[in-house]
């Protein structure tokens, strides 16, 4: 095996031609080749190159503030954007929602198999994930502007049943990000939340015939890496570039935990109480839709605080939490590090992670309610000039045995308090979250209701279920009229059931419900 080449930052970047298809490896904040994707920038705003960039990517990128996607956020570097997620790179969502670039959102998970199938020349991934979302062609095939015209997504028939092809192109460059590499290019991820796609990317460049480019932390001398830690061979590898310890954060802004990667287990008798709020009420409902040792995903927001109220009820032993970037069990992390877990007791490749989502692993999901339409259908991606994108959603929400989505009955201003076990609204939110038509499918109650998918909306205020004839009323907070502060804040008339129920009143109460006493 030959010496792997190891030049400066500035180097690899003058690897980057005109026109080229480049793929950057991180999830969120976390295993981002920032020192890479800096250089690139930095020669784009001196030279005007390069230019008319493909850039592809699976997790979110960055966060917000200049990072990650950010860095390629400049009219004329890049020509298209297909990505997984966009609302971590805010200028490459303002590049797409004024129309300056052509832009695809699609299935996070379908991104990080389509890495795979690159690799393995494959015409494209064909998958069941995204039929009659946003990402079908019938509604739009994952375009987000009228400058896209392109189909990268089309129907098929095999076997007699309808799927979606995501068609595979070439890699021309892939920044990812390692921990150590040896001297002929073989690389860690040891430091790093987990793998993440660094294989697949590595792989799927290297068989595009195109140039794999590695940032990390030091070179060690040849053969003294533990084989099983090397996630990248060194005959993928064309070049490793040293960053700075500030590039090679663990997560971006963050020091190095050692409890993210397995190093050690920390103590986590601590997770705090939080205060009896409209995400807490939200959160103690959804606690009861847990079975016993259930497989879980969380998502943020209201979804997050199930976690508090588990512990809260000493019920955490029922339930195994999962993270799309490859952490199973232990406890997921917010901000900068989310995607991460502490005391994880298994960390697998992101992509291996969305084989068990896809093929229904999840026993139950816990995602986040906004736009919400009579069929069930539901909007996380896509709110005027706000380009947030799919993410792993609609993997992970068309696929698990159930799906709960959390979140409060109105936005914007919505106050609530709890009194004597009911709940009383100090005031209303200006926002209707149940609309009559979502501007985005991200995810689809035709396709739930046809594969009889158990699926609940839970509110603050209300139970809501979806049923072959559409979202159904089954529940309503005591203190709440049923007339003016639900029916009259919806632009839709749901179906109400006959045996409609009042919310159980131990939710409302200051102290502990007793859910660990439940049946």
């Not at 008319?52 to 200049?66: M, P």
């Not at 976690?307 to 997921?332: C, F, H, R, Y």
């Amino acid at each position: 095996m030959k010496k792997v080449r190891i030049i400066s930052a500035e180097e690899a970047a003058l690897l980057v031609n005109d026109g080229d298809t480049i793929s950057t490896g991180g999830f969120v904040s976390s295993a981002c080749p920032e020192a890479l994707s800096k250089a690139v920038e930095k020669r784009f705003l001196e030279t005007g190159h390069p230019r008319d960039l493909t850039l592809f990517f699976a997790a979110g990128q960055g966060h917000r503030d200049g990072t990650g996607g950010d860095h390629y956020g400049h009219e004329g570097m890049v020509k298209r954007v297909i990505g997984g997620h966009w609302d971590r790179a805010a200028s490459l969502g303002a590049l797409a929602l004024e129309n300056k670039i052509e832009a695809y959102n699609l299935p996070q998970g379908v991104i990080s198999h389509m890495y795979r199938d690159i690799a393995a020349h494959k015409i494209g991934t064909i998958t069941h994930v995204g039929l009659y979302t946003f990402v079908d062609p019938r509604n739009g095939g994952g375009k987000l502007n009228s400058a896209t015209t392109e189909d990268i997504v089309k129907i098929v028939n095999i076997e007699g049943q309808e799927r979606l092809l995501y068609k595979s192109f070439p890699i021309n460059v892939v920044f990812v990000r390692g921990s150590y590499a040896d001297e002929y290019g073989n690389c860690t991820v040891h430091h790093e939340i987990g793998p993440i796609d660094v294989t697949a990317m590595a792989q799927a460049c290297r068989n595009s015939g195109g140039k794999v480019i590695v940032q990390v932390e030091k070179v060690v001398q040849g053969g003294t890496l533990d084989p099983k830690l090397v996630a990248i061979p060194g005959i993928y590898v064309d070049a490793v570039v040293i960053g700075s310890a500030e590039d090679n954060m663990q997560c971006l802004g963050t020091p190095y935990d050692g409890s993210l990667t397995g190093e050690y287990r920390i103590p986590m008798d601590a997770i705090p109480s939080i205060p009896l709020d409209a995400k807490k009420i939200i959160a103690r409902r959804a606690a009861m839709e847990l079975p016993q040792d259930a497989i879980v995903n969380l998502g943020t927001g209201a979804p997050e605080k199930i976690a508090n109220v588990a512990a809260e009820e000493g019920i955490s032993d029922k339930m195994t939490l999962t993270v799309e970037a490859g952490s199973i069990a232990g406890v997921p992390m917010g901000g900068t590090q989310f995607g991460a877990s502490a005391n994880a007791m298994a960390i697998i490749p992101h992509n291996v992670q969305f084989d068990f989502y896809q093929g229904g692993g999840l026993d139950v999901a816990f995602l986040g309610l906004a736009e919400t339409a009579p069929n069930g259908d539901l909007n996380v991606s896509k709110f005027g000039t706000r380009l947030a994108g799919a993410g792993g959603f609609i993997d992970i929400t068309q696929n698990a045995k159930k799906v709960v989505y959390c979140g409060t009955f109105t936005a914007k201003g919505l106050k609530t308090e709890c009194r004597d076990g009911a709940l009383v609204i100090t005031q209303e939110g200006a926002k209707k979250k149940f609309v009559r038509q979502v501007e985005h499918i991200t995810f689809s109650g035709r396709y739930a209701v046809e594969t009889a998918q158990p699926v609940l909306y839970i509110t603050e205020r209300a139970v809501f279920e979806l049923r072959p004839d559409g979202v159904t009323l089954i529940e309503i907070a005591p203190g709440i009229d049923l007339q003016t502060q639900v029916l009259d804040q919806m632009e839709f008339m749901p179906k109400i059931a006959p045996d409609l129920k009042l919310m159980d009143s131990r939710i409302f109460r200051e102290e502990k419900m007793g859910l660990a006493d439940d049946k």
